[in-house]
């Protein structure tokens, strides 16, 4: 874009957001942003006013993971960047890519100890991509253009930008040269020899599983995903941030992997010959202990980050490189070679495992996992789920539908209590004529409870699944199994009058507690036009399964409790 | 270990030395050159080998994510 009439710092960031594609922001203004929010004024980019800056985090990467473009968030300084914390950082364990904009105090009072002032470029180094405080108008643009850039990848993730109050007021020409400058690097591909060695493993496979990840996702490779799996005729699996990557409805699909996971996909990889690993990281939550893990099988890793090769596993064969174009070339050669039929394998690892075992609710009451095997019978095919962080979080995973590998979002690698509100309100800000429902516990969605007035404000068609088991239930449920039933500070059997608080917010509200009357319920939810909560009163004392234990293998899943609670057995 | 890196940026120092210590690793001597318009720093880091070899990928990405928002 050519330049033209000068224009203020905080003019100028207004314009690169838009000339970058951004159409919304979430953000909550203060003292040090003031001249950002007053450029702001009567200018077309929408601005969500989240009630809390987490909530804006979280809502820029639930925007980011239900597109796959960069969700921004802005806030003020100290206090208002402080609380974005969280958000970057759950972006950064996912790999989600947002630019979060922060106020800063003015230049001159920076290291004065001013007025909310923080350090805010140190203490987000960690958590970020990079973090950069500009101190020169002049830098304004090249910086902001690269924050895109390097947010969206190769590897996606958050980056900020921290600007003084004197550079948003400071004038400078509007719009040089830098728009048009591309990333570099993007299409990295792996060496051939990789690709022949990756081949030639295959080759010799005679039990061979795919585990995909949320770097399928990342690099739009899902088709491809599909495509190599289909090709192969190989049973796969997913980690929580993979799911939705497989076909729907595809019969070799296992299931997710890792603690909570189906125990065909866990077995079928212990048992593996070949772990062809796509996009993924090898979480502790997917491996248990690592020396344990898929112990038979000889590892193909293909990911854009060289640091993940080996960080938990042996690999034997490293495919570094976009792994778009990564499958692209395997596809390619793999149609060429002469490989075994794995289809019987494929149905033997289906018949590796049974249902979901799941905890008997006692006469008539809920049970959270009825609640979501009905909710997910009637949703809609396309329904976007966000989820929150816990049990439910858990039950969602292993029972979800997604259709759509960006139609499942949950705070898989930071575990965030409180995203699923703000992340289904990031969602809906790019898909307002889907389904979008954040399923939700009761401790999480206190955590984000005044994101209703979000929800309220915009008219915004959010629907809240709220599984209030009055309990911090996956804390509960450790307590249970390996704290010897020592329930500290988990009871949550006091919890407010959600229907009653979401009615203060001007929210259609309903309380189901019959296991009778949950159809009808979830029926008139699902439908509902605007906002709603549905609030499941579910019994306290049920347990996630199965279970592998932390540390432990497949071999010592758990599927009830040893001692069951006097409410379940 | 020994490294020699180009940053566009100094604070990365900074990262770095957080990153060595969250690897379980140390460093034994580092040294800083301003250029024109980048920094050259030679780093010698001590540490059991797999976390040498995480931090050595580590900071390629840190570096490689310096130089995109040096463009």
């Not at chain 1, 439910?392 to 590998?405: K, L, T």
Request: glycine content about 8%; proline content about 6%.
């Amino acid at each position: 874009m050519p330049e033209s009439a000068d224009a203020t710092g905080a003019q100028l960031v207004l314009d690169v957001l838009t000339d970058e594609g951004v159409e919304v922001v979430f953000g909550y203004p203060g003292g040090a942003i003031m001249p950002l929010y007053d450029a702001m004024v009567n200018h077309p980019l929408e601005h969500i006013l989240t009630r809390h800056e987490a909530a804006a985090a979280f809502a820029a990467g639930g925007y980011a993971r239900s597109t796959g473009r960069v969700g921004v968030c802005m806030a003020t300084s100290g206090p208002g960047a402080t609380n974005l914390v969280t958000g970057i950082l759950d972006a950064q364990m996912d790999s989600i890519p947002i630019v979060a904009i922060t106020g800063q105090v003015r230049t001159a009072l920076m290291g004065t100890d001013g007025f909310q002032e923080a350090d805010v470029t140190s203490i987000m180094g960690p958590v970020t991509k990079r973090s950069v405080c500009v101190r020169d108008v002049r830098d304004l643009e090249r910086i902001l253009r690269a924050a895109f850039r390097v947010a969206r990848g190769p590897r996606p993730g958050p980056v900020l930008v921290d600007i003084p109050t004197d550079i948003l007021k400071a004038r400078c020409p509007r719009m040089d040269h830098f728009a048009a400058r591309p990333l570099a690097a993007t299409s990295e591909r792996p060496d051939d020899a990789a690709l022949d060695d990756a081949i030639a493993l295959l080759r010799t496979a005679k039990k061979p599983v795919a585990i995909v990840g949320g770097g399928a996702r990342s690099a739009n490779a899902v088709h491809l995903f599909r495509e190599l799996v289909a090709m192969l005729d190989i049973p796969h699996t997913a980690t929580i941030n993979g799911l939705g990557c497989a076909a729907p409805g595809d019969p070799k699909f296992l299931g997710m992997l890792g603690m909570h996971g189906w125990k065909a996909a866990n077995l079928a990889v212990n048992e593996a010959d070949v772990v062809l690993a796509l996009g993924m990281r090898f979480d502790d939550r997917v491996t248990g202990k690592p020396d344990k893990f898929a112990r038979n099988a000889q590892i193909i890793h293909a990911d854009v980050d060289a640091s993940e090769f080996g960080k938990i596993i042996p690999v034997k064969v490293a495919l570094r490189g976009d792994l778009r174009v990564t499958l692209t070339h395997l596809v390619r050669r793999l149609a060429d070679a002469q490989l075994p039929q794995f289809g019987a394998w494929a149905d033997a690892a289906k018949a590796l495992g049974g249902p979901l075992p799941a905890d008997r609710a006692p006469n008539g009451e809920l049970s959270a996992t009825d609640v979501l095997d009905a909710f997910f019978a009637v949703a809609p095919d396309d329904t976007i789920v966000a989820t929150d962080v816990g049990q439910h979080q858990m039950w969602a995973a292993q029972r979800q539908r997604a259709i759509h590998p960006r139609n499942f979002i949950t705070s898989a690698g930071l575990g965030s209590m409180g995203f699923g509100l703000p992340a289904a309100i990031g969602a809906v800000m790019a898909h307002r004529d889907r389904t979008v429902v954040a399923v939700c516990g009761d401790g999480g969605f206190q955590m984000s409870i005044a994101e209703l007035a979000t929800l309220r404000r915009y008219e915004l068609p959010v629907k809240i699944l709220l599984i209030d088991n009055h309990r911090l239930g996956m804390v509960r449920q450790w307590q249970e199994l390996f704290y010897d039933k020592r329930y500290s500070h988990t009871d949550l059997s006091d919890n407010p009058d959600f229907v009653a608080i979401a009615g203060g917010y001007g929210i259609t509200a309903e309380r189901v507690e019959d296991a009778g009357e949950l159809r009808d319920a979830l029926e008139r939810f699902v439908r509902a036009k605007g906002p709603a909560l549905l609030h499941c009163a579910c019994f306290p004392a049920e347990n996630v399964w199965p279970l592998i234990p932390p540390g432990a293998t497949v071999h010592d899943a758990m599927e009830a409790s040893p001692e069951p609670e006097p409410a379940v057995a | 270990m020994q490294l020699s890196l180009v940053m566009h940026d100094w604070r990365l120092l900074e990262r770095i030395v957080g990153l060595t210590n969250r690897l379980g690793c140390a460093y034994t001597n580092l040294n800083v050159h301003a250029g024109e318009s980048h920094y050259h720093a030679t780093i010698d880091f001590v540490g059991p080998p797999d976390a040498l070899r995480r931090l050595d990928a580590q900071l390629t990405r840190l570096l490689n994510d310096d130089k995109e928002m040096s463009r």
